[in-house]
């Protein structure tokens, strides 16, 4: 009887009972099945042959079915090979220079937030978005770019000059953050009608140069917002002692707080890469035959001919084994990052 009750007690804080213990194995066990089995069948269906998709379902190779490079074979070298590479180009492209720049702009502006106090005037603010769509208006009209920003600019200039001093109110840095998040907010499709006419006067429809663009400016506040949670993490009595030492702002930066706060970036470049990576609302309205992105190569195969299952796997799958062999090269640190600014220091 005492081994029994053995078996559901509590041997410390740290170590569950053996009970327990067998729970969460069967319940992980059971868990990861679940998570992992959409993937052992994408990769089983792009072994089959057509009539093994038709006639199934078959799950184990050489047991239900004898497995063929059929469809591997034809999106890769054969038919379909030739509206895969391009559009499969397209999504690396797009996807890695959007997500480097997000984070190489979006850290530096996470950081001046954690470490610099802004107090930017709301009136020069709106002031200055009055500008900005004044810019738009005559992009719209069809004015020449280079009078558009000349224009707009001289407009904010004269108007801050002349109404600047009755400006009281100002923001914060947290004001700051919350706006830049709050862009995320709204769903893209309420600003993808404005965006594609945008550039669609400025002839940058159906090139690479709009996705990026596009990419950066939607991925820019959540590397701003989880890089400035990371950054107030680190103490700042690292940087007051090199500060004390001689080193300067930009070397404290690259000496000191980079290298702490890789876990987080690693973790928020994954983050964009992904969400880059997966993208369709907007690379449908910019891109066109020459910038198509695997998404909608995807979408197109399946709507020109139909669920074929055995194509789709595969298509799908050289889609998502590049971001999976990313997340486990870098899992020891993604382990960390996700954590950012869970915990302050």
């Known amino acids: 009887m005492a081994a029994f009750s053995d078996f559901f007690k509590h041997k410390s804080i740290n170590k569950p009972s053996p009970f327990g213990m067998m729970f969460s194995y069967i319940s992980l066990g059971f868990w990861a099945l679940v998570v992992l ?20 379902p078959f799950y184990i190779p050489f047991v239900d079915f004898h497995p063929s490079l ?34 190489l702009l979006g850290t530096a ?3 001046a937030l954690t470490r610099f106090h802004y107090k930017p005037k709301l009136g020069a603010i709106l002031l200055f978005l009055l500008a900005l769509v004044l810019a738009v208006v005559m992009t719209m009209l069809g004015v020449a770019w280079q009078l ?14 002349v109404l600047g001093k009755r400006f009281t109110r100002s923001l914060s840095n947290d004001d700051i953050a919350f706006w830049l998040i709050s862009q995320r907010m ?29 990419y950066l400016a ?33 070397r404290i930066f690259l000496s000191i707080v980079l290298p702490l706060s890789v876990p987080g970036l690693v973790a928020t470049y994954l983050f964009v890469l992904v969400f880059a990576w997966n993208e369709y609302l907007l690379a449908l309205f910019l891109s066109g035959a020459h910038t198509q992105t ?18 789709m796997s595969v298509l799908i799958l050289i889609m998502i084994i590049p971001v999976i062999a990313i997340a486990i090269v870098l899992e020891r640190y993604i382990a960390r990052g996700l954590l950012v600014g869970a915990v302050k220091g």
């Open 37 to 56: 089995f959409p993937l052992y069948w994408l990769v089983v269906t792009s072994l089959k042959l057509p009539i093994d998709v038709n006639m199934g």
């Open 70 to 103: 059929h469809a591997w074979k034809y999106v890769l070298v054969g038919d379909l090979s030739r509206d895969t590479f391009r559009p499969y180009a397209n999504t690396v492209i797009v996807a890695l220079v959007s997500a480097t720049l997000a984070l």
């Open 109 to 111: 502006a996470s950081y």
């Open 148 to 161: 558009t920003i000349a224009s707009s600019l001289a407009v904010f200039l004269i108007l801050l000059q």
């Open 186 to 214: 709204l769903p893209p499709v309420a600003v993808v009608i404005p965006i594609y006419i945008f550039f669609q006067r400025l002839n940058l429809l159906d090139t690479r140069l709009a996705l990026i663009i596009t």
């Open 218 to 250: 939607v991925n820019l506040p959540i590397v701003v917002w989880l890089m400035r949670d990371y950054f107030q993490s680190i103490p700042l009595e690292l940087e007051e002692m090199a500060s004390i030492d001689g080193a300067s702002r930009y």
């Open 294 to 311: 695997l998404p909608l190569t995807i979408a197109a195969q399946n709507a020109t001919r139909g669920p074929q299952w055995w194509y």
